[in-house]
């Protein structure tokens, strides 16, 4: 059974809403839901121009904040970026004075409850924040929230609240944009991760060019033939800095590192090929060298753990390997290693 690895890519970034998202959004802290006319039909959720035709659509109107369920799925088990955290139904919902329905999600309680051409009522978040979410989701006409969060008011009581304030449409927002993936590791990957938990370094070596890899890939990328599990050799767990770079970390968001750090490549004893972007410990940033003889921090047996190993990159002994530290032998000459690049 190949071990799962889940990665995480994210990044924040700001949109701008343009007039009719932005005055959409804006309505919305006031417990109001606008559509966009066009022709003789009214959008809701209105957008700048009309899909059907391509025409600009028109002037905004209220719509709402009552609508029919045209069409719904239950989502019994939400995930973190779902709207509610409680079992809860996506859909369709044609809010009363449009024409066209919008998705979004009905806090019935259970599916029992649930049908299409079902009535429903808006919820406006307590606290509205400025985005499309600030409608935090509808629930059966005259049922209240089945649960606390996110925490929300009537349409009329969000009125109530805002009172004859001017509506200034939203410009931007703050947007997080999340991709999780799943993939298996491949059979390389996979005992390269095995290996590191053991604390052992697998490298793989080429029967034609005799070059030795790490980790094992399963083929040779020199003379491009396939290898298998006959070829993995343990490596020693020391080795020699080839190049470094000194990180001076910008607090961009995710970033956990606020004071410079070192990354070295290593090169194994017997092994040609590096282990690159590798912490060091034990010394500070400015003795780090080329040419520095060190061996591996091995973390103990039971907090190592095989969630950074992944299908790519230089090698990771993330989770398995503190970082490096000088053995205290001699140097070796940084003429021999200078002009390395992998
Ligand atoms: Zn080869």
């Known amino acids: 059974m190949p071990k799962v690895v889940t990665t995480t890519v994210e990044f924040p970034y700001r949109r701008s809403l343009g007039p009719v998202v932005g005055r959409f959004v804006a309505e919305l802290a006031r417990g109001r839901i606008v559509g966009a006319r066009s022709g003789e039909r009214v959008l809701a959720p209105p957008l700048e121009y009309d899909p059907d035709t391509g025409a600009a659509t028109g002037e905004l109107v209220e719509v709402g904040p009552g609508g029919t369920v045209r069409s719904w799925t239950w989502v019994g088990q939400?995930?973190?970026?779902?709207?509610?955290?409680?079992?809860?139904?996506?859909?369709?919902?044609?809010?009363?004075?449009?024409?066209?329905?919008?998705?979004?999600?009905?806090?019935?309680?259970?599916?029992?409850?649930?049908?299409?051409?079902?009535?429903?009522?808006?919820?406006?978040?307590?606290?509205?924040?400025?985005?499309?979410?600030?409608?935090?989701f509808f629930v059966p006409e005259g049922a209240e929230p089945t649960g606390e969060e996110p925490a929300t008011v009537s349409a009329a009581e969000a009125a109530a609240r805002a009172g004859d304030e001017p509506v200034t449409p939203v410009e931007t927002m703050e947007f997080w944009s999340s991709l999780a993936y799943q993939e298996a590791l491949n059979p390389a990957a996979q005992r390269y991760a095995d290996s590191m938990l053991a604390g052992r370094i697998l490298g793989q070596r080429c029967p034609t060019c005799g070059k030795t890899y790490v980790p094992p890939r399963d083929f040779c990328p020199v003379d491009g033939i396939r290898l298998d599990e006959s070829h993995d050799v343990v490596l020693p767990d020391r080795g020699v800095i080839t190049n470094f770079t000194i990180v001076t970390p910008v607090q961009y968001p995710g970033q956990k590192e606020t004071e410079p750090f070192v990354r070295v490549s290593v090169l194994l004893d017997e092994a040609d090929a590096l282990l690159g972007l590798q912490p060091v410990v034990g010394i500070p940033n400015e003795e780090v060298r080329v040419g520095m003889r060190v061996e591996a921090a091995w973390l103990p047996e039971a907090e190592r753990n095989a969630e950074e190993f992944g299908n790519r990159g230089w090698g990771s002994t993330t989770g398995a390997i503190a970082g490096w530290r000088p053995t205290g032998e001699p140097d070796l000459p940084v003429e021999r290693y200078i002009d390395r690049v992998f």
């Open 78 to 136: 939400p995930d973190t970026r779902h709207p509610l955290s409680r079992p809860f139904a996506f859909a369709l919902i044609q809010l009363d004075g449009a024409d066209t329905s919008m998705v979004h999600a009905v806090d019935a309680g259970s599916e029992a409850a649930m049908s299409t051409g079902m009535r429903v009522v808006a919820r406006f978040r307590a606290e509205p924040g400025g985005r499309p979410d600030d409608l935090a």
